[in-house]
Nanobody, 126 residues
Framework: QVQLVESGGGLVQAGGSLRLSCAAS????????LGWFRQAPGKEREFVAATMRDGRRTYYADSVKGRFTISRDNAKNTVYLQMNSLKAEDTAVYHC???????????????????WGQGTQVTVSS
């Protein structure tokens, strides 16, 4: 089992920045693929970013490329999402997700992830 706890959400003006954190426990952190997803009211959950075990390979949704950065600190068992140049359309509940799978061709979908956090609200005012 893996427990994931997100923090860092809040209210920010358009153009501002936030950094989300997700602390993991219960399994060797470095063995996990980690992702961030978000869900806005009335919309389906969507992929934001993912980082592979080594932290060198990362993937992003087109909508956040160049604005968001995912990173991980395996010594602190924490994954981060640095969000810059925030837009109103970034408003959502952001969830951290973890997978113990060795391989997937669909890290941008929810199916490979076995563990999910409760989420943290991000609200961007325009």
């Amino acid at each position: 089992q893996v427990q994931l706890v997100e923090s860092g959400g809040g209210l920010v003006q358009a153009g501002g920045s936030l950094r989300l954190s997700c602390a993991a426990s219960g399994r060797t952190f470095s063995s996990l693929v980690l992702g961030w997803f978000r869900q806005a009211p009335g919309k389906e959950r969507e992929f934001v970013a993912a980082t592979m075990r080594d932290g060198r390979r990362t993937y992003y949704a087109d909508s956040v490329k160049g604005r968001f950065t995912i990173s991980r600190d395996n010594a602190k068992n924490t994954v981060y999402l640095q969000m810059n140049s925030l837009k109103a359309e970034d408003t959502a509940v952001y969830h951290c997700a973890a997978s113990g799978r060795l391989y997937s061709s669909t890290w941008d979908q929810g199916a490979p992830y076995d563990y999910w956090g409760q989420g943290t609200q991000v609200t961007v005012s325009s």
